[in-house]
């Protein structure tokens, strides 16, 4: 599971759980009473248009930030001619190491 993905598109979940309850409240409260009902029907089918739109088209706006953050990723490393895979297996030997001469330190500081 992806936790960085989760975080960015958290505030889109939230903001559009907040809205369908609101408009849950509006539709409950206007049914019990006749004289709101009148007044919030019309405004309501435009309302859930316009904030469910916009939900719409920020989640796919980070999509296809997503997508070209990716591909721009790619075409750099295309480019430069490195593969990220090797880089990072040579970081992980590198810590490794680090770690071992970190152990010998405090072994002699012993």
């Known amino acids: 599971m992806d936790l960085d993905r989760i975080s960015d598109e958290g505030w ?6 907040a809205v ?4 849950i409240l509006i539709v409950l409260v206007s049914l019990a009473n ?5 007044v919030t029907w019309p405004g309501l089918f435009y309302l859930f248009l316009l904030v469910y739109g916009y939900l719409g088209l920020c989640f796919c706006a980070g ?7 990716g591909y721009l990723d790619a075409l750099t490393a295309e480019k430069n ?5 090797a880089v990072a297996g040579r970081v992980e030997v590198m810590e490794r190491k680090v770690d071992h001469i970190e152990e010998l330190l405090v072994k002699i500081s012993e």
Not at 34 to 38: I, L, Q, R, S, T
């Open 12 to 17: 889109l979940a939230w903001t559009t759980v």
């Open 81 to 85: 001619g490195v593969d990220m895979t």
């Open 63 to 69: 999509r296809v930030k997503v997508w070209v953050e």
């Open 34 to 38: 006749p004289h709101v009902a009148g």
């Open 20 to 23: 369908t309850v609101g408009l």
